[in-house]
Antibody
């Protein structure tokens, strides 16, 4: 059973770069597409971007200029970097596995999520 | 960007009630529609994918329907563990979520 665990610094200063890691256990990062999702305090869910080991990566257009999502296959990890952070980037960050439905239920969906890691941007 | 609009934003219901949540997309998303349940302090949990397919392990009182722009999540008989916030999400063009529907105890 695939399990995901996010980790990160907890507190980041404005204008700095946020770096988060999602460690995958019970499966290989090479085998699936992976998403990053975030949720600001008391707010809804926001898609950040996804990646696949082939290098196929797509970002939320509203965040694209500040994002980098990659895989470290040697450590079986998914990585997220967000540059020039501000208070608006304060959120719980989740990684999630993407699967694809077939036939009448064709959709891309997230079936396994990590527990999330909270990030606060503050000086 | 495809906008997802859920209604209502919140509702109060009693144990055993039938509950219906609606999600509307700003353009056709075919069946690229998923539903998640989130409880406070927890990650979202997948309930329905492809508009109508029940995820393995999810109770059969949950069901989804719709295609194109209009979708519905129904809980046939509300149970105590169903009080939570529910989100729809599209993956037809990038990924976007509805604003959520909070189901509270009446």
């Amino acid at each position: 059973q695939v399990q995901l665990q996010e980790s990160g610094p907890g507190l980041v200063k404005p204008s700095e770069t946020l770096s988060l890691t999602c460690t995958v256990s019970g499966g290989s990062v090479r085998s699936y597409y992976w998403n990053w999702i975030r949720q600001s305090p008391g707010k809804g869910l926001e898609w950040i971007g996804y990646t696949y080991y082939s290098g196929n990566t797509k970002y939320n257009p509203s965040l694209k200029s500040r994002l980098n999502i990659s895989l470290d296959t040697s450590k079986n990890q998914l990585l997220l970097k967000v540059t020039s952070v501000s208070a608006a980037d304060t959120a719980v960050y989740y990684c999630a596995r993407i699967l694809m439905g077939t036939g009448d239920y064709y959709s891309y969906y997230m079936d396994i999520w990590g527990k999330g890691t909270a990030v606060t941007v503050s000086s | 960007e495809i906008q997802m609009t859920q209604s209502p934003s919140s509702l109060s219901a009693s144990i055993g009630d039938r509950v219906t949540i609606t999600c509307r997309a700003s353009q056709s998303i075919h069946s690229y529609l998923n539903w998640y349940q989130q409880k406070p302090g927890n990650a979202p949990k997948l309930l329905i994918y492809g508009a109508a397919h029940l995820q393995s392990g999810v109770p059969s009182r949950f069901s989804g329907s719709g295609s194109g722009t209009d979708f519905t999540l129904t809980i046939s008989s509300l149970q105590p563990e169903d009080f939570a916030t529910y989100y729809c999400q599209q993956s037809f063009n990038n990924w976007t979520f509805g604003q959520g529907t909070k189901v509270e105890i009446k």
